[in-house]
């Protein structure tokens, strides 16, 4: 019997005090032995909420869904620090911390909307000379972290009674929470940190359609996203089996897209779909040479 392999996307609402990869090495329950599988962003172990699984060949499509906007909810405890910017630290009352305002508190979380520079924590998995800052950090060696450019696209107040501050924030990657609590509570000159951090979204991921680790196999399996949800907001082009068999020697195809061509970039990323509907590769249309390049075939079978 030829053994069944799995290919998709898997929605994890991952527990609280699980680190990503330990919530990934209990997922390997549910599939055969040798089964590859990823994840595609970090959850901090005190988050819970929406960890996108990849499975098999899916696993070569994780940058798309990392890319994907996110969705938090999360309560900050304003008057204190932390030197892990959230309650898995050491906490550390601020002295003579103030007691903002709602106006002010609003002002100033909407300072962080757009384009924003943002320092990562101490403990985080950002590197510095090719070592992991929390290992660092955990040695007790100074860590300093490059301010790097993220994007905010909206900070709702969910409720706030000083000291305790519950918002949502839709983000873009590589925004971390413990930072915005860091340092929303140094401009209101007040402290602050994450008690509590929930992801409830990644793209149309949302944790409504998320799975728990405690799940039967069955289940599991009958919940699996096929590839083609990693790339979900890219162009699609159905081609044909001769077109395929061309594209998976790596020879390009002839193509002209008049409906991107008011499009200032040269090169299209597209997603190609066989006659099934199964996502076979990623391709770069070529504007100017009115090729289609192969930039990712995936290896198809059956299952997929």
Request: aromatic residues 6%; hydrophobic residues 40%; positive net charge.
């Amino acid at each position: 019997m030829i053994p069944v392999s799995f290919h998709g996307l898997l929605i994890l609402d991952k527990p609280a005090g699980m680190t990503s990869r330990a919530a990934l090495n209990r997922a390997l329950r549910w599939f055969p032995r040798g089964t590859r599988l990823g994840h595609t962003g970090t959850l901090d172990p005190l988050a819970t909420g929406v960890l996108v699984l990849t499975l098999g060949q899916a696993t070569r499509l994780s940058e798309y869904v990392q890319r994907m906007p996110k969705t938090y909810e999360a309560g900050f405890l304003l008057g204190s620090s932390s030197n892990t910017d959230d309650a898995d630290g050491t906490l550390v009352p601020v002295s003579g911390a103030r007691r903002p305002e709602v106006k002010e508190v609003t002002e100033s979380l909407q300072s962080f909307i757009g384009s924003t520079g943002q320092v990562p924590p101490a403990y985080s998995a950002a590197h510095v000379a090719g070592r992991r800052a929390y290992d660092l950090a955990r040695q007790g060696k100074e860590v300093l972290l490059s301010e790097r450019l993220v994007e905010v696209h909206e900070i709702e107040i969910l409720s706030y009674e000083f000291p305790r501050l519950q918002i949502r924030v839709r983000c873009g990657k590589g925004t971390y929470i413990r930072s915005l609590a860091r340092d929303l509570g140094t401009q209101l000159g007040c402290g602050a940190l994450v008690e509590s951090l929930r992801r409830t979204a990644i793209g149309p991921f949302t944790v409504e359609n998320a799975i728990c680790l405690d799940a039967d196999r069955v289940l599991v399996r009958s919940r699996i996203l096929p590839p083609g949800a990693a790339v979900h907001d890219l162009p699609s082009l159905p081609i044909s089996p001769e077109a395929l068999a061309r594209f998976r020697q790596g020879q390009c195809l002839p193509w002209q897209d008049q409906a991107s061509a008011a499009n200032g970039a040269n090169l299209v990323e597209i997603a190609v779909f066989d006659e099934r509907n199964r996502l076979i590769a990623i391709a770069l249309g070529d504007k100017m040479a009115g090729q289609l390049r192969p930039a990712k075939v995936l290896s198809i079978s059956d299952e997929l």
